[in-house]
């Protein structure tokens, strides 16, 4: 079954414009990897196992979510340490060696040379196919691995088309969503007001919710509008508590609480 091809022509949809869009807003978000998942299983009969990550090379990788039957994660140090070198999905990184090359590696049991490997990632659970679709980038490849159970038998034509489509909208999303992920989140409004009470007791509740609006970056505007006050009462909180916090600007009130 092992079959690696280059991928020259891919297609989406209209339809997925709306898996799209979900991916747009769950970048960096905890719900990512799961709208991923969410995806591939509406274009496709089934997936038992999902996993996203990024490599620069057979042993240098790192996995960004993973979707999969109980136990399987415990298999992982498993993986890392015996059988990694040994999986052909390293091998089609040769298939897009070039940034936004894109390849796709079909394999089965019967393709795992290492008895080990196929027994307990493929046999015992019955896994009958796992496709890889994987895409360089500038600094990395991108891959999204989708393997299927007996049950729900190989992938169709259809179902790869699918998945490459996806693919192709998603995987150049993983190295944005792993930056966005690892850096700090930004505070909510009301995250905000919280800490100027917590921490500057002779605010008072006006100036707080006004400093708030101001940390974030929001115009004296767009504050009187979203309190329901006057502008020029905006700017005369706003004035009190720079006095008070003795500060400047947006950016230094940002600081006091961000810090």
């Known amino acids: 079954m092992s079959d690696i091809r280059q991928i020259r022509d891919w297609r989406a949809p209209t339809t997925m414009g709306t898996m799209y869009e979900r991916l747009l807003g769950a970048i960096g978000t905890e719900e990512f990897g799961s709208t991923v998942r969410d995806s591939v299983l509406a274009v496709t009969a089934g997936a038992r196992r999902i996993y996203l990550f990024e490599a620069t090379g057979r042993e240098d990788h790192s996995l960004q979510y993973y979707s999969c039957e ?9 993986y890392n340490k015996w059988y990694v070198r040994l999986d052909p999905v ?5 298939a897009a060696p070039e940034c ?23 046999d015992d659970a019955g896994i009958v196919e796992r496709v890889s679709i994987i895409q360089r980038g500038a600094d990395s490849w991108r891959v999204i691995n989708v393997a299927r159970h007996e049950n729900e038998g190989c992938f169709g034509d259809d179902e790869l088309d699918a998945l490459v489509g996806l693919a192709c909208l998603a995987l150049p999303m993983l190295p944005l969503n792993r930056r966005r992920q690892a850096s700090p989140q930004q505070l909510t409004v009301a995250q905000f007001e919280e800490r100027f009470a917590s921490r500057f007791d002779q605010l008072t509740q006006r100036e707080r919710q006004v400093c708030a609006r101001a940390a974030i970056g929001m115009t004296v505007e767009a504050t009187a509008l979203d309190l329901g006050i006057a502008k020029t009462s905006v700017l005369t909180y706003r004035q009190r508590a720079y006095q008070r916090l003795r500060v400047t600007s947006p950016f230094e009130l940002c600081s006091l609480v961000t810090h």
Do not use: E, K, T, W
Request: glycine residues 8%; without cysteine.
């Open 100 to 122: 936004s090359n894109v390849a796709m590696l079909r394999i089965g049991p019967s393709d795992i040379a290492s008895r080990g490997f196929r027994q307990r990632f493929f």
């Open 90 to 94: 390293f091998d089609a990184y040769r």
């Open 70 to 78: 109980p136990g399987v994660a415990d298999l992982f140090p498993a």
